[in-house]
């Protein structure tokens, strides 16, 4: 069995999400010590900008007629697709940046999505078990003053939930800039529970993730 795992932290050393991560990953791997993990680290090793336009385009135009940039980039896409497909379960660490999605995964995203078995007519991933972990300096919940500010995650559950139609579970801690900005100090109890709170539900839906098997549509 093998787990899937993208990490997007451009702060690997202190990454919260990461953190996360690493819990729901050990409790994949002590229900599953054969098992291997397969690791792609979007801040050490980015995907080329350059490459989703190529991929995209090379889809109107004959293969044989394609440029070499083209080619390298549809077999990236290919082999971005491979890595979701051969494995039995997903695990996304992907923190909120500047109000939106990671620039990383998107570019990630959107290159993986050219590959026509998981491109918007495709289906190999339905069903398949998968973890998203996100992070929040802020708190945007309902009620807050910057509630409706987080939008990355809606984007996200609509990416992985909808249209790729994974089992997903979502693990979110707020605050985590808590400790950090010292404009948020009379947080810190408020952000304590929270990630708690989130560490918890890591290792709940780690557990659930390593005892559940994705079916291919």
Do not use: C
Not at 123 to 134: D, E, F, I, Q
């Amino acid at each position: 069995m093998t787990l899937f795992r993208l990490d997007a932290s451009i702060m690997p050393a202190t990454s919260a999400s990461r953190a996360l991560a690493d819990i729901v990953e050990a409790e994949w791997t002590a229900a599953h010590p054969d098992s291997s993990v397969t690791r792609r680290d979007l801040a050490a090793d980015p995907i080329p900008a350059t490459a989703w336009p190529a991929a995209a385009t090379a889809g109107f135009v004959a293969p044989e007629q394609r440029s070499a940039e083209q080619n390298e980039a549809r077999a990236l896409a290919a082999t971005l697709a491979d890595e979701l497909i051969d494995a039995e379960a997903l695990l996304f660490a992907v923190p909120l940046y500047n109000f939106g999605v990671s620039q990383h995964f998107k570019t990630w995203f959107d290159l993986a999505y050219t590959d026509p078995r998981i491109d918007p007519s495709g289906t190999a991933l339905k069903g398949k078990p998968a973890t998203l972990v996100t992070v929040l300096g802020g708190n945007y919940a309902p009620g807050t003053p910057r509630d409706g500010w987080d939008h990355s995650t809606a984007w996200l559950r609509r990416v992985l939930e909808d249209v790729w139609g994974l089992d997903l579970r979502v693990v979110q801690r707020p605050f985590t800039l808590v400790g950090v900005n010292p404009a948020l100090d009379a947080f810190t109890d408020m952000a304590l529970e929270l990630k708690e709170n989130a560490e918890q539900k890591a290792r709940t839906y780690g557990q659930e993730l390593a005892a559940t098997r994705g079916e291919v549509a």
